[in-house]
T-cell receptor, first 112, second 115 residues
Framework: GDSVTQMEGPVTLSEEAFLTINCTYT??????LFWYVQYPGEGLQLLLK?????DKGSNKGFEATYRKETTSFHLEKGSVQVSDSAVYFC???????????FGQGTRLTINP | ETGVTQSPTHLIKTRGQQVTLRCSSQ?????VSWYQQALGQGPQFIFQ???????GRGNFPPRFSGLQFPNYSSELNVNALELDDSALYLC??????????????FGPGTRLTVL
């Protein structure tokens, strides 16, 4: 079945550091890929998405590129802020399906 | 426009009891999905409702059931609660059209604790 594997957390960085959170997936078809963010005490918010190979999703300084050849969708940000502290989830959705399949999440803490 | 809302925020039940969780979809949304997020895990798909009928289900037993109402609000019912049902339950709705057609918008969740 479909699955998503994320980099184990927690990840702790200093403000202005470069961030990478790895995500790889297994899918039978051509899924859409997503990154969601969950702030403490809140639900999930869509951060960015990509619907086909080589697409780059971007939002709030975060970027991720859909790499079909490596089945990856790594999340990056050039300079993180304390306000980026949250749990980040990589997810996929197969074509024609509405079910999202999530990774286990990566907790990110940014220290001032 | 208002977002997806869920009630209650927190709930404590004992093993064997039944619980009903509620979700109000965002205006203009006609599909609702429910997810279970255990502590430290990613959300797991329970089921989806469209036009008041279940049209997709994850690997959850029949004691997990739901309803969708004509105003697109929804309920998740869990019977015979077990300790492992302790989790954050998330509701997500999807718009019937527009630019965000394929996006799911999540509510803040209901934290269920089973003792």
């Amino acid at each position: 079945g479909d699955s998503v594997t994320q980099m184990e957390g927690p990840v702790t960085l200093s403000e202005e550091a470069f961030l990478t959170i790895n995500c790889t997936y297994t899918a039978t078809g051509y899924p859409s890929l997503f990154w969601y963010v969950q702030y403490p005490g809140e639900g999930l918010q869509l951060l960015l998405k990509a619907t086909k190979a080589d697409d780059k999703g971007s939002n709030k300084g975060f970027e991720a590129t859909y790499r079909k050849e490596t089945t990856s969708f790594h999340l990056e940000k050039g300079s993180v802020q304390v306000s980026d502290s949250a749990v980040y989830f990589c997810a996929l959705r197969e074509q024609g399906a509405q079910k999202l399949v999530f990774g286990q999440g990566t907790r990110l803490t940014i220290n001032p | 426009e208002t977002g997806v809302t869920q009630s209650p925020t927190h709930l404590i039940k004992t093993r064997g009891q039944q619980v009903t969780l509620r979700c109000s979809s965002q205006s203009g949304h006609n599909t609702v999905s429910w997810y279970q997020q255990a502590l430290g895990q990613g959300p797991q798909f329970i089921f989806q409702y469209y036009r008041e009928e279940e049209n997709g289900r994850g690997n959850f037993p029949p004691r997990f059931s739901g309803l969708q109402f004509p105003n697109y609000s929804s309920e998740l019912n869990v019977n015979a609660l077990e300790l492992d049902d302790s989790a954050l339950y998330l509701c997500a709705s999807r718009p019937r059209g527009g630019e965000s057609y394929n996006e799911q918008f999540f509510g803040p969740g209901t934290r269920l604790t089973v003792l």
